[in-house]
Structure formats: structure tokens, C-alpha cells
């Protein structure tokens, strides 16, 4: 029996190792900040493509008199200003004309960045990771410092309504909870590692 091998006995299936699934290293806060982007490239592609040129547009026409919704989803550092522009003389529609292509260009930022945030890549993470934290970072200081002047100058009239501190406290809850999650959570460290 020297130098004969045995016949190989065939393991049973329920012996078999199962495959495991890979576990996502990406955080659930992470995902929501993916579908935030993603969100914010929606709605500005949408409002890109809306025809703000033509007259017979219904959608524009209504659009166009409602100004403040449509500034008020730009970021304030292009947000034109309704006193400026009345005091410059420029009337909402010169500034409508180059609406479509400022809508475009932010609607291909956050898709860029919902895309490699979503493909977990290290070196574009580190980019968006401090933009995003310093601009929320940035609205939170902005809106606590309005809202403190609000209730500690107490001799001045208020200038904030209820509707806009209602619309402000959960501006300033998500863009709080987005800073001290770039900012301090090390699950974000561990999943962008090494890529893939």
C-alpha cells in the first residue's frame, strides 16, 4: 500500500464554507451625505433645464415671480441681492440669463462629489471633506451668530420670524451634524484607507 493515495472522499455541501458577504467599511452617515449631494445635483439639473428665456413657460413664469425661492437655493457667495439689484438698476431678468449655466456647473459639482464620495476615493475625499466642513461649519457659526443677536440684543425689535427660525434650526442641526461628522468621526478615516 506504499505510494498508493487514497481516493479523495467528497466533502457534503452543508459542509461546504459559505461565501460571506462583503460588509460595507462606507458609515450610514456617509450614504445620507451621498444622497444629500445627490439631492442638491437634482434639483439644480432641474433648474438648469427649466426655459427661463421663454415667455410662454409656465414653469418660468412662475419661477420667475417668486425670485427669492430661486436665489435662496443658491450659495450665498453668488446669491445676487434683491436690494443691490434695485439699486443698481438690474432688473431679475438680466440676472436670469445666466441662470441656466451657474444651476449646470453646481449641479456637476455635487454630482462629482456624491460620484467619489459613492467610489470612496482617498485623495478627492480629502478635498470634499474639508469644502463640505468648512461650509457648514461656516453656515452654523452664521445663523447661532444671527439667532444670538436675535434673543441677546432684547431692546431691538426682532428681525427673525418664527417661519424662518423654524426653517433655520434644522439648516443649522444638518449642517452641524455634517461638520462634527467630517470632522471628528474616525470611521471615516478607516473607510477611505485604501480605495475600493
Sequence with gaps: MYGITPTP????????????????????????M???NLLHCAVYL????????DPDSDLAAILIAHPTVVFGVLPKIIQPSMD???MTGVTIHHV??????????LAIYFGVAAWKLFAMDPWWYFIIRWSMMCNSG???????????GEFLVSAAPRMISNQTMVYLIPVIGWNLLV????????????????PG
Design 96 to 105: 436670469l440669463a445666466g441662470l441656466p449655466v451657474i444651476f449646470l456647473l
Design 46 to 53: 432641474f433648474l438648469a433645464m427649466v426655459p427661463w428665456s
Design 34 to 36: 451621498i444622497l444629500s
Design 179 to 194: 461638520f462634527c461628522y467630517f470632522a471628528m468621526l474616525p470611521e471615516v478615516a478607516k473607510a477611505y484607507d485604501s
Design 138 to 148: 461656516y453656515i452654523v457659526v452664521k445663523y447661532l451668530i444671527a439667532i444670538s
Design 9 to 32: 472522499m467528497e466533502i457534503p455541501k452543508d459542509r461546504l464554507p459559505q461565501p460571506t458577504a462583503r460588509k460595507s467599511s462606507r458609515h450610514w452617515l456617509m450614504t445620507l
Design 84 to 86: 443691490s439689484m434695485a
